[in-house]
Nanobody, 124 residues
């Protein structure tokens, strides 16, 4: 079992920055990939960014590339999502996910553990 707890969401203005955290506990060594997904009202959950457990490989959705950075602190068992130049379109509930595959999967079905989500609201 792996438990994931997200934090760091909030209300910010367009152009601001925010850092989300995902604290992992349990059998974290059994999961090879950690990712961030997001879901806006009325929309499907979409991939945002992924990182392998060592932190050596990352992948980003085109919509956030160059603005968001995913990182990991293995000593703290925490995955971060640094979000810069936030846009109104970034408003969503952000979820942390963990999966067993070695590849940086973008499909939600590839992940078997999920956090409860943290709300990010970007205002104009």
């Amino acid at each position: 079992q792996v438990q994931l707890v997200e934090s760091g969401g909030g209300l910010v203005q367009a152009g601001d920055s925010l850092r989300l955290s995902c604290a992992a506990s349990g059998r974290t060594f059994s999961r090879n990939v950690y990712s961030w997904f997001r879901q806006a009202p009325g929309k499907e959950r979409e991939f945002v960014a992924a990182i392998n457990r060592s932190g050596g490989s990352t992948s980003y959705a085109d919509s956030v590339k160059g603005r968001f950075t995913i990182s990991t602190d293995n000593a703290k068992n925490t995955v971060y999502l640094h979000m810069n130049s936030l846009k109104l379109a970034d408003t969503a509930v952000y979820y942390c996910a963990a999966g067993p595959r070695n590849a940086l999967a973008r499909g939600a079905r590839e992940y078997d553990y999920w956090g409860q989500g943290t709300q990010v609201t970007v205002s104009s």
